[in-house]
């Protein structure tokens, strides 16, 4: 009967061990599992966040380059117009030296001339040409300056300008240069022999003067056209 009980029990045990060695093979096995599920939510965790950190910092740099490219075309935009701006500014200047040369200050050579042959003034025509040629070498010396400066910004804009900008620019300076040697022809005619015994400019003279004052706005209105484009690109 002993034996039979023994039996037993050790049946019972090594049934209850089976059990248990069985209970804690699967504890184990899903205690690794979830420690590599958990393993696993972590790496991918990382991951994430190196991938959020990675773009989080290109968007930034994105960011930043098209910060700077703003402040940079700005800073052209400005550049360019205040160059643009200063330099029609001395074209007007200069052109408007000429003018204020031959219809202000050599008008009133014009009259004396006219009122000493027509003997209402007392200055000789001998007085009036020493005025005259007093007057045009500072007038000359005046232009000369101008034209020095005026010179000067057209090849530091020629740096930055497009192509159609430059053949303007040129087109517009050689119809300048043309109304100075125009002003030169009209002091030198004023000058001679001719103008002392009839003291008026020929028709010729006068007609190319109205003739170049044309070609000269209608290539500045073309070249300022053509400056708002260049800006508008910016």
Known sequence: LWEIKLNFIS?????????????LTAYTKEKGKVKALREDVAKIEDEKQKVISKY??????LKK????????????YESKKTQY???MEKIDSYNGCLLRVLTEEFSQIMLSYFASRNGVSSSSPEKLTLEFN??????IAKIQKQEAELF????????????EIITLLEK???????????????LNYIGSNNFKF???????LLSKSDNNQHNILETKEKLMNALRLDLDKI
């Open 11 to 23: 049946l019972l045990l090594s049934f209850l061990f089976g059990i248990l060695t069985m209970y």
């Open 56 to 61: 989080q910092k290109e968007i930034e740099d």
């Open 65 to 76: 380059f098209h910060s700077l490219d703003i402040e940079k075309r700005k800073y052209q």
């Open 85 to 87: 701006y200063q330099f």
């Open 134 to 139: 007093e007057k045009a070498q500072k007038a």
């Open 152 to 163: 000067s910004q057209l090849n530091s804009l020629k740096l930055s300008a497009n192509a």
């Open 172 to 186: 517009l300076v050689f119809d300048i240069k043309y109304s100075k040697k125009h002003l030169e022809d009209v």
């Open 198 to 204: 009839s003291p008026s400019v020929p028709e010729e």
